[in-house]
């Protein structure tokens, strides 16, 4: 089983709380059990099972008899909750990203494989900072003095392609994104220019698949930012992320991350095969005078 190159809190902690739901289910322990036993509110409960609160050390304790966890669950258990009060880098930018980015960024830094698709931009995790910086001076929402930490947190969410275990990306990119001047020629090009280098430099773990205007249908046209990631811990199911103008959160509802996950295999069979992307975005960095 690989490791990502640093533990995520985000993902220990979204583990912790998925073994205890599980194992309280399996058990068929309600939640006033957990409460009335060990003495808080429902309130407090479910802030721990929402991952909004991390459970004290001996709260799970006292649920290690009551959830009849073995000795190896309770040392496991107890590993992740260490592992749950850490730091990520993306706690560094709360002022910045609401709750809900900052999720999406610990499950990225924790995620062993992402398959990634944007209508009409080059997903972030491929972005250069010119062009990340042009995304963030036309969004209205975004003040000045506050793009260039967003560039410089988009940079931080790259560095997991790097390094001895690095993230393993699929990315659906659309010919129109190569075809949109965003930032004009200038910048455009230096994008191009970047995505090319990726071929060689991401060679073992990038894979980049372009749907050509060609296409005459696919699923996913007009769907807005998706994300598909996938852990290494066999108890983790694979979680999407869904982005567009007004809404942006995790999904983790099993028949709607299955419904996008056909959706995005659909799309592949879309897209050119490695060589022809390759050209396409060749040429059309040719075309940019």
């Not at 998925?18 to 003495?39: A, F, M, P, S, Y």
């Not at 993306?90 to 960024?105: E, K, M, P, V």
């Not at 995304?135 to 969410?157: H, L």
Request: one cysteine or more; aromatic letters at 8%; charged letters at 25%.
């Amino acid at each position: 089983m690989r490791v990502p190159q640093s533990p995520s809190p985000v993902i220990a902690n979204w583990e912790l709380v998925l073994r205890l739901r599980e194992r309280r289910e399996q058990l068929g322990i309600g939640v006033n059990d957990i409460t009335q036993r060990l003495g808080f509110t429902r309130n407090y409960w479910s802030a721990i099972e929402n991952e909004h609160k991390i459970i004290p050390e001996n709260t799970l304790r006292g649920l290690f008899e009551l959830l009849e966890f073995g000795e190896d669950d309770r040392r496991q258990l107890l590993e992740l909750r260490e592992s749950a009060k850490e730091t990520g880098w993306w706690s560094g930018y709360s002022a910045l990203f609401d709750g809900n980015i900052q999720r999406l960024f610990g499950l990225e830094h924790g995620a062993q494989q992402i398959h990634a698709y944007d209508t009409l931009l080059v997903p972030g995790l491929l972005q250069t900072p010119d062009y990340t910086r042009e995304i963030m001076n036309s969004d209205t929402s975004i003040r000045p003095v506050e793009v260039e930490q967003r560039v410089t947190a988009r940079r931080r969410r790259q560095d997991r392609l790097r390094g001895a275990d690095p993230l393993h990306l699929t990315s659906i990119i659309s010919e129109a994104a190569l075809r949109q001047q965003v930032g004009g020629p200038l910048v455009l090009r230096g994008q191009l220019d970047h995505l090319l280098s990726t071929f060689d430099e991401f060679e073992k773990n990038v894979e980049i698949r372009v749907i050509p205007f060609t296409a005459t249908s696919c699923n996913l046209f007009g769907a807005g930012t998706l994300s598909l990631l996938d852990f290494a811990s066999p108890r983790l199911p694979r979680a999407a992320w869904h982005e567009t103008v007004s809404t942006w959160g995790v999904i983790s509802e099993p028949n709607k991350v299955r419904d996008i996950t056909m959706a995005f295999n659909e799309a592949l069979t879309r897209t050119l095969d490695r060589g022809e992307t390759r050209k396409i975005i060749e040429k059309h960095r040719k075309e940019l005078r």
